[in-house]
């Protein structure tokens, strides 16, 4: 059963005249094409359906732009905030990492790729020679980062405590390195 453009009323599927008007129909509608039965028998127009859609969409869309660009708070925020925020500036992904313990506290909230960038940020300290990326346009970017082709970045070529704080990002990582590799470090 379709329903006349004109007058609206009730005409076989099968007629191309309106036998209430005598209006050639264009496009026809059946009611069925008109309404989405959903589970439980509820009937919703089509257009409605279509409008709840697009506004989800648009709801998904402007939280995520809102959490990616506003919303910056993704460390913890009871520790100062040590990501780079500006490729060119003199900061560090993680300040003193060669001076200070690294502990997992610290590093909750860090991303993996932030993570692989703090622990090669020791290596570089030292002016370890990068030929793969993202490390090597990163840290050539750093006004600290000074190559040293001598520097191999070997285990005896690292003080104790940075063999520590590479085996703690390390674990935050989720992959570990020999068991002894920092068994030289003694907390003060």
């Given at each position: ?16 005249y309106c036998l ?79 001076k200070t313990p ?11 790729d932030q993570l ?73």
């Amino acid at each position: 059963m379709r329903i006349c453009s004109n007058c609206h009323k009730p005409i076989d599927d099968t007629h191309l005249y309106c036998l209430y008007c005598g209006v050639k129909q264009k496009t026809f509608k059946t009611k069925s094409e008109e309404y989405i039965t959903y589970f439980g028998g509820i009937k919703v127009k089509k257009a409605t359906t279509t409008f709840i859609g697009f506004l989800a969409v648009v709801l998904v869309c402007g939280l995520s732009f809102y959490f990616l660009f506003f919303n910056n708070k993704t460390l913890d925020s009871k520790r100062p905030v040590t990501t780079v925020v500006n490729a060119k500036e003199r900061s560090y992904i993680i300040k003193d990492s060669d001076k200070t313990p690294v502990t997992q506290a610290k590093l909750k909230g860090f991303t993996k790729d932030q993570l692989a960038m703090a622990r090669n940020e020791i290596l570089a300290r030292h002016g370890y020679v990068y030929t793969v990326e993202p490390f090597k346009s990163y840290f050539n970017s750093k006004s600290w980062y000074k190559p040293n082709p001598k520097f191999k970045g070997q285990k005896a070529d690292l003080s104790p405590l940075e063999r520590h704080n590479i085996k703690e990002i390390m674990a935050a990582e989720g992959t570990k390195p020999a068991a002894n590799y920092d068994s030289d470090y003694h907390a003060k």
